[in-house]
Nanobody, 120 residues
Framework: QVQLVESGGGLVQAGGSLRLSCATSGASFSLNAMSWHRQAPGKQRELVARIDSGDWKNYADSVKGRFTISRDTVKNTMYLQMESLKPEDTGVYYC??????????????WGQGTQVTVSS
């Protein structure tokens, strides 16, 4: 009932910056949280950053101080500003939404992912 589309990935040199976007559309719902996850080659998917309905933010230790998560409720879009990128940041970045429909049913939705490659 909800669709997520990531964009903004690409190839960047170490020390560079990228801004990822996650556009949402679909059924009306109450937002519990949105988050960014990534999966590097040969590794499991990991949580990168999360923002809840009260705008509380959490970050993985590996990105704290370099990444900033935010959202625009008017545009229904979440962002991840990434600074001082490192080769270990390379991976596919996925957008996740935790919501509750107006009938109180909870759900989780995922985007298809966007590739981020950081060269040394």
């Amino acid at each position: 009932q909800v669709q997520l589309v990531e964009s903004g990935g690409g190839l960047v040199q170490a020390g560079g910056s990228l801004r990822l976007s996650c556009a949402t559309s679909g059924a009306s719902f109450s937002l519990n949280a949105m988050s960014w996850h990534r999966q590097a080659p040969g590794k499991q998917r990991e949580l990168v950053a999360r923002i809840d309905s009260g705008d509380w933010k959490n970050y993985a230790d590996s990105v704290k101080g370099r990444f900033t998560i935010s959202r625009d409720t008017v545009k229904n879009t979440m962002y991840l500003q990434m600074e001082s990128l490192k080769p270990e940041d390379t991976g596919v970045y996925y957008c996740n939404l935790e919501g509750r429909l107006y009938n109180y049913r909870t759900f989780s939705a995922w985007g298809q992912g966007t590739q981020v490659t950081v060269s040394s």
